[in-house]
T-cell receptor
Framework: AQKVTQAQTEISVVEKEDVTLDCVYE???????LFWYKQPPSGELVFLIR??????QNEISGRYSWNFQKSTSSFNFTITASQVVDSAVYFCALTDNYGQNFVFGPGTRLSVLP | DSGVTQTPKHLITATGQRVTLRCSPR?????VYWYQQSLDQGLQFLIQYYNGEERAKGNILERFSAQQFPDLHSELNLSSLELGDSALYFC?????????????????FGPGTRLTVL
């Protein structure tokens, strides 16, 4: 069965610190997709990134970067120079090539303090 | 504003009842996804439709059903409601998915419908 673990339940950092959110996944599929979503205190969900299992290139988008390591089944998310607006719950998710068995991690609550 | 609308915003009903949640995707988006977020179960994917056809199915209960209409709006029907169905239900849409294989393009989420079952 597919599984996503986000071991960090809550993280607090001070503004401008870098922070990494961990995501470890389990799957027997060779083709799969990984995602990160953000849920700010207002409650809406925001899609951040999708990565397929054949693309191991790390990605950078502004202050956000993602490190995909198939060898350790991890897809970690780093925020550089964090800001108060980054405070949110962040979810990692996994699905197979057909959109079945879509699984979310339990989320990591990030608090960025001024 | 994501461009995805969901109605109603809040819904309060009693156990055993049936409700319909509505989602209008962004203009031009063919895929619609439904998710449930509850305190007990966390965030769960329910179902995806693409251009009127069911494309992927997640942890959707048999008491729940969904459909996507020719104008691409989607409805999620929840029946024989139980206390545990109380949750935030999100709809998302994405642009055309390519080919026959599953392709999760960037999704845009609606604000959600908060369902309370008393």
């Amino acid at each position: 069965a597919q599984k996503v673990t986000q071991a960090q339940t809550e993280i607090s950092v001070v503004e401008k610190e870098d922070v990494t959110l961990d995501c470890v996944y389990e799957t027997r599929d060779t083709t799969y997709y990984l995602f990160w979503y953000k849920q700010p205190p207002s409650g809406e969900l925001v899609f951040l990134i999708r990565r397929n299992s054949f693309d191991e290139q790390n990605e950078i988008s502004g202050r956000y970067s993602w490190n995909f390591q198939k060898s350790t089944s991890s897809f970690n998310f780093t925020i550089t120079a964090s800001q108060v607006v980054d405070s949110a719950v962040y979810f990692c998710a996994l699905t197979d090539n057909y959109g079945q068995n879509f699984v979310f991690g339990p989320g990591t609550r990030l608090s960025v303090l001024p | 504003d994501s461009g995805v609308t969901q109605t109603p915003k809040h819904l309060i009903t009693a156990t055993g009842q049936r409700v319909t949640l509505r989602c209008s995707p962004r203009s031009g988006d063919l895929s619609v996804y439904w998710y449930q977020q509850s305190l007990d179960q966390g965030l769960q994917f329910l179902i995806q439709y693409y251009n009127g056809e069911e494309r992927a199915k997640g942890n959707i209960l048999e008491r729940f059903s969904a459909q996507q209409f020719p104008d691409l709006h989607s409805e999620l029907n929840l029946s024989s409601l139980e206390l545990g169905d109380s949750a935030l239900y999100f709809c998302a849409s994405s642009a055309k998915a390519g080919g026959l294989s599953f392709s999760y393009n960037e999704q845009f989420f609606g604000p959600g419908t908060r369902l309370t079952v008393l």
